[in-house]
Structures are given as C-alpha cells and as structure tokens.
C-alpha cells in the first residue's frame, strides 16, 4: 500500500518554539509538497519541492522553511512559532515525469501554538 | 492569478438524493481540473479527473464534466449513502507535470439515513 505519513498528528506549541513537522512517502515520487488547511480557505501551497535538496515557494512561505536532504523525506519548520501559524498541515507527494494531479497526502498534523 | 470557486457548505441530504456541489475555475490556458474528498480525519484523495475540455470524470459513481465554455466542473452524484459524508474539494492543475494544484476551499456534505 503507497503512503505518505506524517510524523504527528497532533501537536501543542509554545510561542516562539521551532517546530519540525516531518513527512516520508514509500512511492520513489520526486515532487513533495507541504499544505495548509484552515475552514473556508481550503488548502494553500506554503512549499514545494521537485528533487533532493531543490524547493520553491508556493503561495504562503511566510514563516516557513523546508528540508529535503532525502528523496523520500520532506520536513517543514517553524522557525520560531507564532498563534497565527495554528493549523492543520498536509503533506502531498506526486510523481514528476507526467501532468497527472494525483498527489498522494498524508493523514495531516494539527498544530495548536499557544 | 489562477483561481477555482465551489459552493459553499456545508450541503444536507438525506440518503438517495441528488448530490450536485458547484465548481468554476479561472486560468490562463486549459488546466486538467480535479475533485479530490477527505472523509474524517483522513488526508485527501483523488476521487476523479479531467484532462481536456469535455472529458467526463467518473468514479464511485461520482461524476463531472470540464465545461470549457462556462468554466465549471460541477460535481453529481444520482444517490448519495451515508458514507459520501465527506469534504469535497475542487481543484486544477497550473503546474503541467509539477502537479501544483490550487484548491477550493472545499465543500462539506452530510448525509444523513
């Protein structure tokens, strides 16, 4: 069974605290992806990578950085976090040779900052 | 910039009814267009897709058509069952074969017995 997975699905976070919220996908898929959802904005692209060590800004990077030092592994961090970044993250994975616009997510992590 | 509008929910129905949730889109050129549904506390997953203008998408009993000429991509389903109860989610793809998709934001249906 293909997956992507999420380190934790629930987090709790102080203010000004970094925060690492790993994801790993099993697929070989070279292009990974982390989401944001809040209700009524759906989900929006904070950022994006297509191979090792390569990654783009999506709509929201503001607040966010990212790591992908291994094909399968894609992290995002909170470099010092704040109560506005409190959400629910998704990570996707797709592959990269074909315009398919299947991405495969994970079950989420919901981040609560207080 | 590329944008995709649904309906707002959250949409009742009871089981066996008519499901139709609203999606338009506006981009540059001719994205592929796609309905992706998260049941509860699950991620989302692609439920189907269009490629080109007047493809028809269709799984789970679950249809849509990409209407080029009004910009939609509306969403049907002749019986809904009380598993359908789900978010639904438009959305297109303005990545070629990065698979960047924009996203609605999202369509709750409940179903109820």
């Known amino acids: 069974d293909v997956k992507v997975t999420q380190s934790s699905r629930y987090l709790v976070k102080r203010t000004g605290e970094k925060v690492f919220l790993e994801c790993v996908q099993d697929m070989d898929h070279e292009n990974m992806f982390w989401y944001r959802q809040d209700p009524g904005l759906g989900l929006r692209l904070i950022y994006f990578s297509y191979d090792v060590k390569m990654k783009e800004k999506g709509d929201i990077p503001e607040g966010y950085s990212v790591s992908r030092e291994k094909k399968e592994r894609f992290s995002l961090i909170l470099e010092s976090a704040s109560t506005n970044q409190t959400s629910m993250y998704l990570c996707a994975s797709s592959r990269r040779d074909r315009d398919t616009g299947e991405l495969f997510f994970g079950e989420g992590s919901r981040l609560t900052v207080l | 910039g590329d944008s995709v509008t649904q309906m707002e929910g959250p949409v009742t129905l009871s089981e066996e009814a008519f499901l139709t949730i609203n999606c338009t889109y506006t981009?540059?050129?001719?994205?592929?267009l796609f309905w992706y549904v998260q049941y509860p506390g699950e991620g989302l997953q692609l439920l189907l897709k269009a490629m080109k203008a007047d493809d028809k998408g269709s799984n789970k009993g679950f249809e849509a058509t990409y209407r080029k000429e009004t910009t939609s991509f509306h969403l049907e389903k002749g019986s809904v069952q009380v598993s359908d109860s789900a978010v639904y989610f438009c959305a297109l793809n303005y990545g070629g074969a990065t698979n960047k998709l924009i996203f609605g934001t999202g369509t709750l249906l409940a179903v109820q017995p």
């Open positions: 981009a540059t050129g001719y994205p592929s």
